[in-house]
């Protein structure tokens, strides 16, 4: 095995299930993504547990040593990645809003955000929207564009509807639906708001 140099390290000789795993979850959350994690053993089980619980949450494990003085258990922090599709337009009902309001919180939160405009959600990001007694929308997208959630808007969708690039903020791409497929197959979450 190649040498691997961790960015962090742990160690938590001498404590038993479910502790090293604990531990583990706790600071994992503490990095960054691509920090390598480095979490020095005694429970023989801890391989199994940490290994099962690291694929699960979409980390890597890199390797893990064995020794007779303890076991080396080495992870890379992954960011997840949530993929957004709405369906619907502003002002219309809540979804919108609370989609992007999900959108940016993830973003907050590390997530690798997408967010994808189909069918009348591509009215989303339109410029020069004034509501009266509604939040702006078009605010919404021009934080999330400063924030670096990817947003895409259905280039087909876009088109039925009459809508060019220069009515939508931040020169969004307009895309086809492979875009959105291959967001999905890359995501560890994806979420729905229909018309």
């Not at 089980?45 to 080396?72: F, M």
């Not at 992870?75 to 957004?84: D, G, I, Y």
């Not at 907050?108 to 939040?135: C, M, R, S, T």
């Not at 934080?143 to 039925?160: D, F, L, Q, S």
Request: charged share 25%; proline share 6%; glycine share 6%.
């Amino acid at each position: 095995m190649d040498e691997i140099k961790p960015t962090h390290s742990i160690d938590v000789t001498g404590k038993m299930c479910p502790y090293p795993l604990v531990i583990t979850k706790t600071e994992i959350e503490r990095l960054n993504h691509g920090d390598i994690l480095e979490i020095i053993t005694t429970d023989p089980d801890a391989p199994n547990n940490i290994s099962e619980w690291t694929k699960d949450q979409g980390h890597e494990v890199l390797g893990i040593e064995k020794s007779e003085e303890a076991i080396r258990i080495y992870l890379k922090k992954m960011t997840k990645t949530l993929t957004v599709v709405l369906n619907r337009g502003p002002y219309i009902s809540e979804y919108t809003d609370v989609a992007l309001n999900l959108t940016l919180k993830a973003r907050e939160k590390g997530y690798n955000v997408n967010l994808y405009l189909y069918i009348d959600g591509v009215w989303a990001p339109h410029k020069k929207q004034n509501p009266k007694a509604f939040p702006n929308i078009e605010e919404h997208f021009k934080e999330m564009i400063e924030k670096g959630v990817n947003i895409k808007v259905c280039a087909r969708c876009a088109e039925a509807r009459g809508l060019t690039q220069d009515v939508i903020v931040g020169e969004l791409p307009l895309v086809g639906l492979y875009d959105l497929i291959y967001w999905l197959k890359e995501s560890h979450q994806s979420i729905s708001f229909p018309g």
